[in-house]
């Protein structure tokens, strides 16, 4: 049992500095880094969710067949949409990098 509580305050304890760097990230308009780092958090949250499925500790208690799985199943439809919004901050940081390179051959011929 201090095994598990030793990894539930490890894993608290970097669910805390992902949470203050998505703060940090989060208040930088416009930065590519805040583009890269929201992907990467949304992935992040992917991967925590699909992780709690098979702890032991949930809301409603798997003992009572079908309606104790109802936060498992909730996880893993979480996990899903945390993934494709990171897919959609990819295709959306593509294009502004698109953009972005088109504007700059843009100013070069010009030149």
């Not at 699909?50 to 996990?79: E, Q, R, S």
């Not at 949409?81 to 502004?96: I, N, Y």
């Amino acid at each position: 049992m201090a095994e598990f509580f030793s990894f539930l305050k490890l894993f608290v304890g970097c669910s805390t500095l992902l949470f203050l760097a998505t703060l940090i990230l989060l208040a930088l308009p416009q930065s590519k880094l805040r583009a890269v780092g929201l992907e990467l958090t949304k992935y992040a949250l992917a991967a925590g969710l699909v992780l709690m499925v098979p702890l032991p500790i949930d809301v409603v208690p798997d003992i009572v067949p079908g309606i104790g799985w109802l936060d498992d199943i909730g996880y893993l439809v979480g996990a899903i949409a945390a993934v494709r919004s990171g897919l959609g901050e990819r295709e959306k940081r593509k294009l502004f990098d698109e953009i972005e390179l088109q504007n700059l051959r843009d100013r070069a011929g010009r030149n």
